[in-house]
């Protein structure tokens, strides 16, 4: 019986040595090796190695990236107003010896370190800007907590303000302010609409004058242009006419011909004159005046000749 025990022993102490001696540790993880109470070295993701009951397992880390809830805080901006701010952190696990033996708690020592930063950097803003520049408080927060948690073997990837939270008689100030500057945009607008519209009216008035100006320019131009060639077609005809009548006169017995058209135009002229009854009308006494009138005719007629001979 007692030498039946021997192997089931043996068997047991091989399981419990190959169990202390081989760890199996998982993707994106490092877990620190300590040889009888001292580093040494950091187990990488797959199958390690120990001696059991000298190496041991100190501290396991994850490496991936971890987001931290950054507990809510009051701080007093530049103006002395009171601001709730509340935020997330993010880290990541960079070098696993230092996590382990430079900080007790590196969390913790962030995550306090966070809260002094922002407090610090909310502090040197009035309350306007930081609402309005968020960007540069994250960036600021990252960068003091990284320079300090190189020490601790953690990255600082990102800071993320979640609320800013003012008092709430602030709060309704900024609303109020919010309407004025809101009905003020509005004024402004309509005001330069209705200027734009007096633009435009002015402008298309103008516009209008101006073709109303060009079109009786162009009118009067063109009735000038009519006028013109109706005295140069007049001229043209009457010129002609009497050009045709000289030559009349020059033929065999225009003379005569003449003779008779200014007899019977004085005749004409006589009548019309008689016809009216408010025009007194002394008759020649003889013929002779009228004969004496369409010899002077006949005589510019000879002469009209003469000269153009």
């Known amino acids: 019986m007692e030498y039946a025990l021997v192997p089931l022993v043996i068997l047991g102490i091989a399981i419990i040595f190959i169990t202390q001696s081989i760890k199996f540790v998982p993707q994106q993880n490092a877990w620190v090796r300590e040889r009888l109470g001292r580093y040494h070295g950091t187990m990488s993701p797959g199958p390690n190695f120990l001696v059991p009951f000298i190496d041991?397992?100190?501290?396991r880390h994850s490496l991936k990236e971890i987001p931290l809830d950054v507990p809510s805080q009051v701080c007093i901006t530049r103006d002395n107003t009171q601001l709730q701010v509340d935020g997330i952190l993010y880290f990541q696990v960079t070098d696993p010896m230092r996590a382990s033996y430079g900080s007790s708690n590196y969390v913790m020592a962030i995550t306090q370190l966070a809260q002094t930063t922002l407090r610090s950097v909310i502090?040197?803003?009035?309350?306007?800007?930081?609402?309005?520049e968020r960007d540069i408080i994250n960036a600021q927060v990252v960068s003091a907590i990284d320079e300090a948690a190189l020490n601790w073997g953690v990255k600082v990837l990102r800071y993320e303000i979640k609320d800013l939270t003012p008092p709430?008689?602030?709060?309704?100030?900024?609303?109020?302010q919010i309407t004025a500057e809101r009905e003020k945009r509005a004024l402004i607008a309509a005001s330069e609409g209705r200027r734009q519209e007096q633009?435009?009216?002015?402008?298309?008035?103008?516009?209008?004058?101006i073709a109303r100006s060009e079109g009786q320019k162009q009118a009067q131009i063109n009735n000038a242009q009519g006028e013109a060639a109706a005295i140069t077609a007049v001229a043209e005809a009457t010129a002609g006419a009497i050009e045709r009548i000289a030559a009349a006169i020059r033929q065999p017995g225009g003379e005569q011909a003449v003779q008779l058209k200014v007899a019977e135009r004085a005749v004409d002229a006589y009548g019309k004159?008689?016809?009216?009854?408010?025009?007194?009308?002394?008759?020649p006494s003889t013929m002779n005046e009228t004969a004496a009138l369409i010899a002077s005719a006949m005589r510019m007629v000879q002469a009209g000749k003469t000269s153009s001979t």
Request: aromatic content about 6%; overall charge negative; hydrophobic content about 45%.
């Open 273 to 283: 004159v008689a016809a009216d009854a408010t025009t007194t009308l002394i008759v």
């Open 56 to 59: 041991r397992v100190a501290y």
């Open 199 to 209: 633009i435009n009216i002015a402008t298309g008035e103008r516009e209008a004058f």
């Open 168 to 176: 709430n008689e602030i709060l309704h100030a900024m609303q109020r």
């Open 123 to 132: 502090g040197k803003l009035e309350l306007d800007k930081t609402f309005e």
